[in-house]
């Protein structure tokens, strides 16, 4: 990890830069995917399975009995983890449910919003070194919370055409609708399109490597909605002097072992803390099993040393986390000052993974700075909000005039006469 102590604010963007991918040679080759598999549909899928995958598919849905086998293949303990985090995800996101009220802007004139959820989502769930079975319970849990009608998720098989237990019995846990065993760009296309086995829906989910990344990009353009801007996962950790090092260390490494192009950055206040954790994390490295993968990560991170908290919370809001963690004595009263960050985590135990796996929260969050604008996967992401107005004559009577004199200034005369004829029939004044 590369270390800058006490540097100049003319050096924070260099600090706060994040690993830069560049797509653009892969955008013809996700572009073709696509196109072939809004043209050719299944036949495409298949192809490109045998391709990427080695999985020769005579279908490409998971059967009732394939979904059997995975739960005898899933120990109790493991199955109890998922329920458990099940239920503390779905208590969480019913908590975010919309209540409505209607408001009176004028005499006469009501207005509200409605919450409906999106009738058909699409989750993407990857399943190559890592398979990410508790994302399936961050995307699924709130889509049925919401009232989603039809969740379609899409993950690779292995070679011999099976998708990772533990994906679909957490898939069943939490309630989706069907599963299908395609990975990559060709499952985008899919969900995006749809084909003769796969539903089209209006809306795509979950994380990918950049293939995935770049083909959610295109059909965002023209065809789907998806859910964020997304790149490789990231943390900062903001510790003092009273932080425990092998805490710190321990969540920089849980990052970094997500992937080579991932990032950590830690932010102290303190010379003894960032030579401490420097140890640490060099020492706990050497016990991972990935850790050439994370070792790749952290030629990418940094440790800063800065000269105050406010040096410290200004440098962390610029850098706009995915993931921060906060581990110094004040820590409640820092957390009131961010303003940019995914996901927060708060005091010596609150450790990153709590988030990523069965706090509750949700784990699919903006990444590579988004987080000035973004913010994760919530209940509201199925949703959307329609509003409704209701006006009377005497409501007429209180913006009529208002209404003709705006619409005529901005020289729409239809719209004028649209309000016209109704104050000319209620014998309104003009």
Known sequence: MKIYRFPSRESWNEITARPRLDLTQLNDTVSQVLADVRRRGDDAVRDYELKFDKATLSQLAVSE???????????????????????NIKV????????????????????????VAIERVGLYIPGGTAPLFSTVLMLATPAKIAGCHEIVLCTPPNAEGKVNPAILVAARIAGVSKIFKIGGVQAIGA???????????????????QYVMAAKQQVSLDEVAIDMPAGPSEVCVLADDKANA????????SQAEHGADSQVLLITTSETMLQEVQKEVNRQLECLPRKEIAAQALANSRMVLVSSTDEMLALCNAYAPEHLVIQTEDYAQLAERVVNAGSVFLGPYACESAGDYASGTNHTLPTHGYATAYNGVNLDSYCRKITFQHLT??????????????????????????????????NIEH
């Open 65 to 87: 009995q394939e979904m059997d086998e995975a739960e005898a293949m899933v120990s109790n303990d493991l199955r109890d983890a998922i329920i458990l985090a099940h239920h």
């Open 92 to 115: 969480f996101h019913v908590s975010q449910r919309f209540v409505g009220q209607k408001v009176k802007t004028q005499e006469g004139v009501v207005c509200w919003q409605k919450s």
């Open 191 to 209: 969900m995006a399109y749809g084909t003769q086995s796969v539903p089209k829906v209006y809306k795509i989910f979950g994380p990918g490597n």
């Open 246 to 253: 092998t805490f710190v260390a321990a969540d920089l490494l």
């Open 393 to 426: 004559a005497e409501g007429i009577a209180h913006i009529g005039r208002a209404v003709e004199l705006m619409a005529e200034a901005e020289q729409l005369a239809a719209h004028k006469n649209a309000m016209t004829v109704r104050m000319d029939t209620l």
